[in-house]
């Protein structure tokens, strides 16, 4: 029997590309055994993920990734088998958008100083009714002829040292880690590489016991573009702190960074995994 699973999935809620439906589909395709769908800062497609692939006969988990506030570097945190209608979370969620929209204002609004102007039925063009954020700006930017790529558009305006940067709310990573906690998730650090610590072990073991203290459960040992030395690493210290260790292929759309859906690396599948608290057996 086929035990594959993939904890780390997005769909077309946030900035993935399938519909929650065909997400479910792939992974059958694929021969999954469990998919989790993870979309950034919204369960807006969980409900529908879930009752589909009950339908289909995959375990098929409800979940979220949120962004932490991170020096340099992204700290994610992903929360499976959330429950979405927990006030808490979404507290935190409306703040999350509210603060992504007053940013875009922001930055429009810097950009227009500037001399370039892109009204908000163009940003809303390109984001095609999802979250709108500065990806979509930067493709605004090189429609006009502003920039010559995508790359020079962060580099030049969006980035954190670009000239029309502009900050917006981020959690603390021990405060989300509670709240999906609290929301009745089962709580991993995702892709522990784009936290840049990996020259700093001892930096890296320190957050883990910090966010192990909050609550934390598993560490996304298996991700995309993480070398087999980084995968040691992780799992030793997840073993050292007693942490589950998960897998995820963070999928956003096919053919995208070479990235399919119970994969790691092309063609290297997700080892098996055993979470009882996931029905992962
Ligand atoms: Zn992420
Ligand atoms: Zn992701």
Not at 14 to 27: F, K
Not at 253 to 269: F, M, Q
Request: charged residues 25%; contains cysteine.
């Amino acid at each position: 029997m086929n035990m594959l699973n993939d904890l780390h999935v997005h769909s077309n809620e946030s900035d993935g590309q399938l519909s929650p439906e065909l997400l479910i589909d792939a992974a059958i395709g694929n021969g999954l055994a469990a998919v989790a769908l993870c979309d950034h800062d919204t369960t807006a497609g969980t409900v529908r993920f879930t009752q589909y692939g009950k339908s289909r006969g995959i375990n098929a988990l409800s979940g979220i990734e949120l962004s932490a506030k991170w020096k340099k570097g992204n700290c994610h945190l992903l929360g499976i088998n959330v429950k979405s209608d927990c006030e808490p979370l979404e507290a935190i969620l409306r703040k999350t958008r509210e603060s992504r929209d007053r940013r875009n204002d922001l930055i429009l609004e810097k950009l227009a100083e500037m001399g370039i102007t892109i009204s908000p039925e163009q940003l809303s063009n390109e984001a095609g009714g999802e979250v709108v954020a500065r990806p979509h700006i930067a493709y605004a930017l090189l429609r006009a002829g502003h920039v010559r790529s995508f790359q020079e558009a962060f580099d030049k305006y969006l980035s954190s040292s670009g000239i029309a940067y502009v900050d917006r709310f981020r959690l603390d990573p021990a405060d989300a880690v509670k709240t999906l906690r609290e929301a009745g998730a089962f709580v991993v650090l995702a892709h522990p590489r784009q936290l840049g610590l990996d020259k700093d072990k001892t930096a890296l073991f320190d957050l883990l016991i910090e966010l192990k203290n909050a609550g934390l459960q598993g560490v996304e040992v298996y991700s995309p573009d993480t070398t087999d030395e980084q995968i040691q690493l992780y799992k030793e210290m997840s073993v050292a702190l007693g942490l589950a260790q998960t897998g995820g292929s963070d999928f956003h759309a096919p053919g995208l960074g070479g990235r399919d859906i119970g994969y790691y690396r092309p063609s290297v599948p997700i080892p098996k995994i055993t979470i009882p608290e996931l029905s992962l057996n």
